[in-house]
């Protein structure tokens, strides 16, 4: 496979295989789309704020950059709104556009109600159909698999499409369906707003009533803690709904409640995912991560292998095994197949890995240092993924992200994907580390390592063979210059995004290597 392919497939699967964006909801603030003109901002305090006005807001997205999208029915078009507010036009000529969702890899999929079609748009704005056939398409939600469940109000219907494409309804029968959402373990919940009521559905589609209190229901959202949140339509009011289907108002506001959507909170460096081959002995792969500041943060760690085959990863380790270690080398959570242990919690969170011999842990951790150690279960090999995921915590910070394994010549070089979330980006020192191995009793380390910095469409941003040839005086100010000339090291500004660093062997030479990322 020529390599400049490879890396845009591992990026792709880097983003795709973090959680998705909207993950951060419960910390970010809730924003309702005004049927009638603008955005409403709410805080998780429920103070409400217009964020923009001047057009009838249907659905609303967000990118890794911190930009809001929204539709809107009556201009035709989607339009894209600046952190500071600027509203400029993304994508037009659209029918009757109204919900707008995003997944994973940062493309937006509008419900045109007109034109009876689901359209994807990708990072740059052009657009694609995605589902056609589906009248009066209004709501969409994805579920944990990456189906998207698409309501058609006039029709009284849902439907779903897999990731492919392939239409099927999961849902007939009810009562002007407007919004929808999915919960972590795949339940559907719809809005009826002209029953209404709230209906939800398992995913083989047995209905129940799930509530009757929210007068007349229009946008759902979950939030990652799992409580949902309606709008409602006529009363200009957003209500948390408890499981049992009671409803408490969260906040109210001038307008007509419409679609919603979870803001991604800010924040720095949020995860970690790492691929490399996973042999055996000191050739297992060893995450290391720190958690600074002074309060307790959530971390959900995950060692991913049989469901890489779908990404066409030759060779995925087949039955990957998870220990997490504290600072003293002590044990302080194992996993070997992910339902075994913390089931709910896991799925709670939207991280569940998608194959059952997958592993995952979620773990509240105490400031310190921590190693997690994937391998495969009795001595078996292969390519596998160790990914850490900031859940969330007050007072704290992943400080440093750091990933050891075997460097291997081709495909199976070392390559580290990590977010900066939203904010005002981060500064961040990438090392590639190998000879100075040898002092920790590393018996074939890397003899010179080379770091690639590439952003999410597969474009270099930095590379560097020794560390010394570039940025010296930066990197000694650090206090994080390598110990070892050969080994590798930069230092960059990065915007909010998704971001992939590959340390390989100079001249395809192998041996066990580090990558890291400090985030300074």
């Known amino acids: 496979m020529p390599y400049h392919i490879f890396l ?10 973090l959680f998705p964006l909207t993950i951060f909801g ?8 005004d049927l009638a003109s603008g955005i409403f901002r709410i805080t998780p305090a429920g103070v409400t704020t217009r964020f923009v006005s001047g057009f009838d807001a249907y659905g609303i997205a967000f990118n890794a950059q911190g930009d809001t999208f929204s539709a ?18 993304f994508v037009t000529g659209l029918g009757d556009p ?3 969702v995003a997944d994973q890899t940062g493309n937006l999929y509008v419900a045109d109600y007109t034109q ?6 990708d990072p740059s ?3 694609s159909q995605f589902a056609a056939g589906i009248p009066h398409a209004d709501g969409l939600a994805f579920d944990p698999s990456g189906n998207l469940f698409v309501t058609s109000f006039l029709e009284g219907k849902v439907t779903r499409v897999s990731p492919t494409g392939a239409e099927t309804t999961l849902a007939t029968g009810l009562t002007g369906p407007v919004g929808i959402a999915c919960d972590a373990a795949g339940n559907i919940f719809v809005a009826e707003r002209d029953a209404s009521r709230i209906s939800r559905f398992t995913p083989a589609g047995a209905k129940s009533t799930y509530s009757t209190a929210v007068f007349r229901p229009y946008g759902l959202a979950f939030d990652v803690g799992g409580t949902l949140y309606a709008s409602d339509q006529v009363a200009g009011a957003v209500y948390k709904v408890a499981p049992d289907g009671s409803k408490t108002l969260f906040a109210t506001f001038a307008g007509q409640g419409g679609f919603m959507a979870f803001e991604p909170a800010n924040g720095i460096l949020r995860n970690v995912s790492t691929r490399a081959r996973i042999l055996t002995g000191e050739n297992v792969m060893i995450g290391g991560f720190i958690i600074g500041g002074t309060g307790t943060k959530t971390v959900c760690v995950r060692a991913i292998g049989p469901s890489l085959t779908a990404a066409g990863v030759i060779d995925a380790l087949m039955d990957p095994v998870l220990e997490l270690h504290d600072s003293t080398g002590a044990v302080i959570a194992n996993n070997d197949d992910w339902r075994a242990t913390q089931e709910s919690q896991i799925q709670a969170s939207m991280l569940a890995p998608t194959d059952d011999r997958e592993s995952a842990l979620i773990m509240d951790l105490a400031p310190g240092s921590y190693t997690a150690i994937a391998s495969g279960k009795s001595d078996t090999t292969g390519v596998g993924l160790v990914e850490v995921y900031d859940l969330g915590g007050t ?6 992200i750091s990933t050891r394994s075997f460097v291997d010549a081709g495909d199976d070089v070392l390559i580290g994907g990590f977010i900066v979330g939203l904010g005002n980006g981060a500064e961040v020192i990438v090392r590639g580390i190998g000879p100075s191995l040898a002092s920790a009793g590393i018996a074939n380390p890397l003899p010179d390592p080379v770091v690639t910095l590439f952003d999410s469409n597969g474009v270099i941003m930095a590379n560097n063979d020794n560390w010394k040839d570039t940025q010296q005086i930066a990197i000694e100010g650090t206090t994080l210059p390598p110990t070892n000339d050969a080994e590798a090291a930069v ?3 990065l915007a909010p995004g998704a971001y992939t660093a590959i340390v390989s062997g100079k001249n395809g030479a192998t041996g066990v290597g580090l990558v890291e990322v400090f985030n300074l």
């Open 395 to 400: 007072g704290t910070t992943l400080a440093n």
């Open 491 to 493: 230092i960059t500004s």
């Open 125 to 127: 704005g052009v657009k």
């Open 26 to 33: 419960a910390a970010g603030d809730l924003y309702v789309g």
């Open 116 to 121: 009876a079609a689901v359209y994807k748009i």
């Open 8 to 17: 845009r497939r591992w990026a792709a699967l880097a983003i795709a295989t």
């Open 98 to 100: 109204l919900d707008l």
């Open 72 to 89: 809107s029915s009556s201009a035709k078009k989607i339009f894209r709104i600046a952190a500071d507010g600027t509203v400029s036009d």
